[in-house]
Nanobody, 122 residues
């Protein structure tokens, strides 16, 4: 298990951008696959993006493809989510998560951050 802390959330106008960061403790960060998830009020937590341990492959939910970019800096033990062209429907609490190995779904992520609020106004 690894400790994760998200930051970078806030209030932004539709069409604007935010960059979320997830700082990790642990000397084995580079061994973890990392993911971003979000949860809007009254809705299930949903997958947003995922990056493998090497950073060589990334995966995105259809709703964010072309707008969001996940990346990682293993030297800094940090994963990022660059969010562009934000829409009101992107409003949610955003969580980062980590897992060893190759995750198949949300249940495979064993370490979670506390979340950071992203609010997109129209």
């Amino acid at each position: 298990q690894v400790q994760l802390v998200e930051s970078g959330g806030g209030l932004v106008q539709a069409g604007g951008s935010l960059r979320l960061s997830c700082a990790s403790s642990g000397r084995t960060f580079r061994s973890y696959a990392m993911g971003w998830f979000r949860q809007a009020p009254g809705k299930e937590r949903e997958f947003v993006a995922h990056i493998i341990w090497s950073g060589g492959s990334t995966y995105y939910a259809d709703s964010v493809k072309g707008r969001f970019t996940i990346s990682r800096d293993n030297a800094k033990n940090t994963v990022y989510l660059q969010m562009n062209s934000l829409k009101p429907e992107d409003t949610a609490v955003y969580y980062c998560a980590a897992t060893l190995g190759a995750p198949r779904d949300i249940r495979d992520f064993g370490s979670w951050g506390q979340g950071t609020q992203v609010t997109v106004s129209s």
